[in-house]
């Protein structure tokens, strides 16, 4: 099957299931939230864009010097393929973000790019977070909670649907576990 209809396939299934989703996430949607957790999630949010990752992989070179060198480098190597494989559902699937269909649903902060399925925070947070505890468990009890934070945040700020930040999860899991395995 072309990919063009692959992804027209896969648009007009995401359309079905926005509908579903739509009740749920004005529920989410921080426009009712106070002031400062809004803030909050918008600083998870931006630190997720990839601050946080560079800094994480900084401080390891920094804490362990060279010895670091190998995961630093699985980082970078498995977010790119994050990186390649999002960008591709992106635009293949071209959907549209809750915020652009549901005049219900408030942006909270700029996205970006354009569309909304996967979620790359989320993707990339999970890569980020299944490599860097592989190679340093001691690691998971800071990395986990901040990685649902991201995930909670593209919700929360009405950038993604459920949808989204789930098979951006499950994405993620998938490209760090084959980078795993070789």
């Known amino acids: ?12 299934g995401l359309d079905r299931l926005a509908a579903r989703e739509h009740a749920w996430l004005e529920r989410v949607n921080g426009v009712r939230l106070p ?34 060198l190998p995961a630093v480098v699985h980082m970078i190597v498995a977010g790119l393929a994050g990186t390649l494989v999002y960008k591709w559902l992106k635009g293949a699937t071209a959907r549209p973000r809750p915020y652009q269909v549901c005049p219900t649903i408030c942006c909270l ?7 909304s399925f996967p979620s790359g925070h989320t993707l990339h947070a999970v890569v980020f977070s299944v490599v860097a505890t592989a190679h340093y468990p001691v690691l998971a009890a800071w990395l986990w909670p901040f990685t649902l934070l991201v995930a909670a945040s593209r919700l929360v700020l009405g950038l993604h ?18 980078s795993l395995a070789l």
């Open 109 to 115: 902060t700029a996205p970006l790019d354009r569309f």
């Open 161 to 178: 649907y459920p949808s989204d930040v789930v098979i951006g999860a499950l994405l993620g899991v998938a490209i760090a576990g084959a």
């Open 35 to 68: 002031r400062w957790e809004v803030s909050l999630f918008r600083a998870v949010s931006r630190l997720g864009d990839g601050v946080f990752w560079y800094v994480l992989m900084g401080a390891l070179l920094a804490r362990y010097g060279l010895d670091a």
């Open 1 to 12: 099957m072309p990919a063009t209809r692959l992804g027209h396939l896969a648009a007009h």
